[in-house]
């Protein structure tokens, strides 16, 4: 029988991995899936955070994904598309594999990508961040593969093989893109079309397709819960125990909002650790 996991957290950042420690103190068995490093390996130095001044981001994060692991916690990588709430469960799509869940902490961070010109307009009309998701609706059509993230010569694949003409764009050509593929250098420039995607602009050209994947490291919240309430500024709508309006939905750290600091990511994740053991003892009584 499929595995129903307690909880799936999204993000193997600071909020991530501190919502996963308290889970698993509070005996849960949490899976937390990552697309990949997150921002904080970038800092050369982390000044502000209580008590190991000094570290880079780099140590800091070996030593919370340490601690994660210490305590029995699996770290996955994958990407996840989307998340569907069922009532009781979730289905969480990590990467084209379909995981359940009995509940979900979003702990994706904050994606520092802008769109690009068109990219909010046809969203849902030819724009897709999830080849797993879309692809389907692209078969035997000329589509376009904007690759920016470590899966996305993995779900250009899987797009040729479901039968869409894929044209993929990307800054330098990934080493494994597939040979039938072909390949267009640059970055994607616009998205035009009139009820939905005609054509779009890559390096001053102009390729004509239906459909267009953007497929960065991060989804928008609002992409990954289709509906779910987010402020003016784009963060998840969260209380102070970290709650969505989805019950059995958490969010925490920067994609709550700000300060986007490790200290309020760390406090956070685990203020929805433990709302969310509060809520799965609930739920199996
Ligand atoms: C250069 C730099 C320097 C910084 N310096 C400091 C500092 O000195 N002090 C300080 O307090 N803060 C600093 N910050 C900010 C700090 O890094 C963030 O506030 C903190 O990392 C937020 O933690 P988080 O867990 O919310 O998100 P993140 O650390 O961004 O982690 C997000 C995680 O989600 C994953 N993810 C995203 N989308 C998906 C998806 N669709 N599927 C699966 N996984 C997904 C990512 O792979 C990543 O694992 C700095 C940030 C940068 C970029």
């Not at 970055?187 to 050209?205: D, H, K, M, N, P």
């Not at 125990?241 to 925490?252: H, K, N, S, V, Y």
Request: hydrophobic residues 40%; negative net charge.
């Amino acid at each position: 029988m499929e595995k129903v996991w307690d909880c799936i957290v999204i993000g193997a950042g600071p909020a991530g991995l501190s919502a996963a420690v308290n889970l698993r103190q509070r005996g849960k068995e949490p899976l937390v899936l990552s697309a990949g490093d997150n921002l904080l390996r970038k800092a050369e130095r982390v000044d502000n955070y209580l008590g190991m001044p000094g570290l880079t981001g780099g140590e800091m994060m070996d030593r919370f994904t340490d601690h994660a692991r210490q305590l029995g916690v699996e770290v996955r990588l994958a990407q996840v598309g989307n998340v569907m709430p069922l009532g009781d469960t979730f289905l969480v799509n990590a990467g084209g594999e379909i995981l359940t869940a009995r509940s979900v902490i979003l702990a994706c961070g904050v994606s520092k990508a802008r769109a690009v010109p068109g990219e909010e307009e046809f969203l849902g009309r030819g724009v897709s961040y999830c080849a797993t998701c879309d692809g389907m609706l692209y078969r035997d059509r000329d589509v376009a593969v904007w690759g920016l993230g470590p899966n996305a010569p993995e779900e250009a694949d899987f797009l040729a093989s479901i039968g869409c003409r894929v044209h993929y764009i990307a800054a330098k050509k990934p080493p494994h893109l597939a040979d039938g593929i072909p390949f267009l250098e640059g970055r994607l420039e616009a998205v035009e079309g009139s009820q939905t995607v005609e054509r779009v602009r890559v390096g001053g050209s102009i390729v004509p397709v239906t459909g267009v994947f953007i497929l960065r490291a991060s989804v928008p919240a609002g992409a990954l819960v289709p509906g779910l309430p987010l402020t003016e500024d784009g963060y998840v709508c969260v209380d102070r125990r970290q709650c969505t309006e989805i019950p059995g939905l958490f969010a925490a750290g920067d994609m709550a909002g700000q300060p986007l600091q490790v200290a309020k990511a760390v406090g956070e994740g685990l203020t929805a650790g433990l709302a969310c053991a509060e809520y799965l003892d609930g739920a199996s009584r």
